[in-house]
Nanobody, 120 residues
């Protein structure tokens, strides 16, 4: 069982930066890949990016590539989403999710989400 808690969301102006954190419970967190997702009002949830359990592999949606960076510190059971050059269209609730399979189609564990609002 893995429990996830996101934090770090807030209101930022376009062009600004935020760093989201995803803190996990459990002693075997390094065995879990983590994905970041977002959902804007009235839109489908979309994949933002993911990182493998050991942190050696990452991938990103085209819409955030070059602006967002995912990293993890397994000693702290935490995954980070560094978001730079934010745009109003990045406004959404951001969720982290964990699963044993990297880039799988399903994630077994989800956090409750954190709101990110980018003003123009």
């Amino acid at each position: 069982q893995v429990q996830l808690v996101e934090s770090g969301g807030g209101l930022v102006q376009a062009g600004g930066s935020l760093r989201l954190s995803c803190a996990a419970s459990g002693r075997t967190f390094s065995r879990y890949a983590v994905g970041w997702f977002r959902q804007a009002p009235g839109k489908e949830r979309e994949f933002v990016g993911g990182i493998s359990g050991a942190g050696f592999s990452t991938n990103y949606a085209d819409s955030v590539k070059g602006r967002f960076t995912i990293s993890r510190d397994n000693a702290k059971n935490t995954v980070y989403l560094q978001m730079n050059s934010l745009k109003p269209e990045d406004t959404a609730v951001y969720f982290c999710a964990a699963d044993r399979t990297y880039l799988g189609s399903e994630y077994a564990y989800w956090g409750q989400g954190t709101q990110v609002t980018v003003s123009s």
